[in-house]
């Protein structure tokens, strides 16, 4: 899987996915997609709100989960 820009295109509201922000990864989703000139809001599993996040990806599916 290829990092995906915040630039390009967003996940759905709500789906925990990887972002990326400076050298940090972390699990968290997009709580609100603001209007074009704004930065989308993202919270980490935390709680805590991440500013900076640049890419994203989906989660990978757990080894044996062929579901």
Same mark, same amino acid.
């Not at 922000?21 to 805590?48: C, M, Q, Y």
């Given at each position: /899987?290829? #990092?995906?820009?915040?630039?390009?295109?967003? &996940?759905?509201?709500?789906?925990?996915?990887?972002?990326?922000?400076? $050298?940090?990864?972390?699990?968290? *989703?997009?709580? $609100?997609?603001?209007?074009?000139?704004?930065?989308?809001? #993202?919270? *980490?599993?935390?709680?805590? #709100?991440?500013?900076?996040?640049?890419? #994203? /990806? &989906?989660? &990978?599916? &757990?080894?044996?989960?062929?579901?």
């Amino acid at each position: /899987m290829n #990092w995906i820009s915040v630039k390009e295109r967003l &996940p759905k509201l709500g789906e925990e996915v990887l972002i990326l922000r400076g $050298k940090f990864i972390e699990i968290g *989703n997009l709580s $609100k997609e603001l209007d074009v000139n704004a930065d989308p809001e #993202w919270f *980490n599993r935390d709680g805590h #709100w991440d500013l900076g996040v640049t890419h #994203w /990806m &989906p989660l &990978p599916i &757990p080894e044996g989960d062929l579901s």
